[in-house]
T-cell receptor, first 110, second 113 residues
């Protein structure tokens, strides 16, 4: 089945640093979504991408839909303590279901 | 609050018992999804409704699992004869008819002992 490879698995960074994480797949996706999940809560949608090459920002977050439609990245600039959590990429190809990566755990040292 | 609502938030049950979870989607959203998430993994798709019609089911959804959305509004997910392997977070999400962004509820954490 379709799988998303998300990297890195975890990051431990200094407050104020920029963060970059990405997702790759052997399959083509029509939509890429990025979510953040706090412990014991459901994922919260951060950014949605619909077109190959699309670059979208949401505050300090920037995400891009890869030209090949097989990858996407998420950047967080000037990280702050509340950025801590697990970040998931999700892709949609056929039908309406989303396929999720395994997540990137972000920890921030203040 | 107009987000996706799930009930209960936590459920502990003995192996072999039946459990039922409820999801109330965002009111104007036609599409409703159920996902399951285990520790250290991303959510995995279980099933999808458009209005009251169940249009897609994952192979993960064994015959012990059943989902309904009788009036196209709230949905229920029932697990019969629970097993320890059913322990997970069960997430509900909804999206508008022409949108692909899925908005998730807070989830129901199931522990089977």
């Amino acid at each position: 089945g379709q799988q998303l490879n998300q990297s890195p698995q975890s990051m431990f960074i200094q407050e104020g640093e920029d963060v970059s994480m990405n997702c790759t797949s052997s399959s083509i996706f029509n939509t890429w979504l990025w979510y953040k999940q706090d412990p014991g809560e459901g994922p919260v949608l951060l950014i949605a991408l619909y077109k190959a090459g699309e670059l979208t920002s949401n505050g300090r977050l920037t995400a891009q839909f890869g030209i090949t439609r097989k990858d996407s990245f998420l950047n967080i600039s000037a990280s702050i303590p509340s950025d801590v959590g697990i970040y998931f990429c999700a892709g949609q190809s056929k039908g309406n279901k989303l396929v999720f990566g395994a997540g990137t755990i972000l920890r921030v040292k203040s | 609050d107009t987000g996706v609502s799930q009930d209960p938030r936590h459920k502990i049950t003995k192996r072999g018992q039946n459990v039922t979870f409820r999801c109330d989607p965002i009111s104007e959203h036609n599409r409703l999804y159920w996902y399951r998430q285990t520790l250290g993994q991303g959510p995995e798709f279980l099933t999808y409704f458009q209005n009251e019609a169940q249009l897609e089911k994952s192979r993960l959804l064994s015959d012990r699992f059943s989902a309904e959305r009788p009036k196209g509004s709230f949905s229920t997910l029932e697990i019969q004869r629970t097993e320890q392997g059913d322990s997970a977070m069960y997430l509900c999400a909804s999206s508008p008819y022409r949108g692909l962004e899925a908005f998730f509820g807070q989830g129901t954490r199931l522990t089977v002992v």
